[in-house]
């Protein structure tokens, strides 16, 4: 925070574009009905089955939500050395997370972030969203899944392609259509 003129406070943090849709998402989630989530539930059904064919189902979505279609750098092997690093994480991820954690945990992290000089981008609509994930477990971590498999997406979309980036998007398209996200909650886009 800094003062501007007449002694308010400014922050610092010039909020991004990514950081915008990340808090919306977030936003329109909390305000999703238990009808909404039966739907998505249904759309994400394979994936909360108790199998191994499930179990690398959800660990490659968070890989394919991580990996950006563009290399920046133009490597050969960066895309190919990403998208492994992407399947680890995502089966440590399954190994790890697909317990529920302690909701005061998550809710002293939030704390934390709100009371932060420097607030971390991103971290406050991904408390969020985890939170909810959280909240999916254990009925549902095809649900949780996606909803961490969309966080990361969003994060990496503008190196993502449109149609990757809708496929991974898909189970909450119908209930939050990815259009709407750029407008304030209540509101659809034209």
């Not at 179990?55 to 950006?68: D, K, N, Y």
């Not at 966080?151 to 398209?173: C, D, K, N």
Request: charged share 20%; hydrophobic share 45%.
């Amino acid at each position: 925070m800094h003062f501007v003129a007449g002694g308010a406070m400014a922050p610092t943090h010039q909020e991004s574009a990514t950081d915008r849709l990340l808090t919306a998402f977030a936003s329109r989630l909390e305000s999703l009905d238990a009808p909404a989530w039966d739907r998505i539930a249904s759309r994400c059904a394979a994936l909360d089955v108790p199998t191994v064919a499930a179990f690398f189902g959800r660990a490659g979505l968070l890989a394919e939500s991580a990996t950006p279609d563009a290399d920046p750098y133009r490597h050969p092997l960066l895309k190919p050395a990403m998208a492994a690093l992407g399947t680890v994480v995502g089966i440590l991820n399954e190994l790890t997370l697909t317990r529920a954690e302690s909701p005061d945990r998550l809710r002293r992290a939030a704390e934390r972030q709100r009371a932060a000089d420097k607030p971390v981008p991103g971290l406050a609509p991904y408390l969020e969203i985890e939170g909810i994930a959280q909240r999916q477990l254990p009925r549902h971590p095809g649900v949780a899944s996606a909803l961490r498999a969309v966080f990361m997406a969003l994060v990496v979309g503008p190196m993502m392609s449109p149609q990757r980036l809708a496929t991974i998007y898909s189970p909450f398209e119908p209930e939050i259509p990815y259009s709407s996200l750029g407008t304030p909650a209540g509101e659809h886009a034209a």
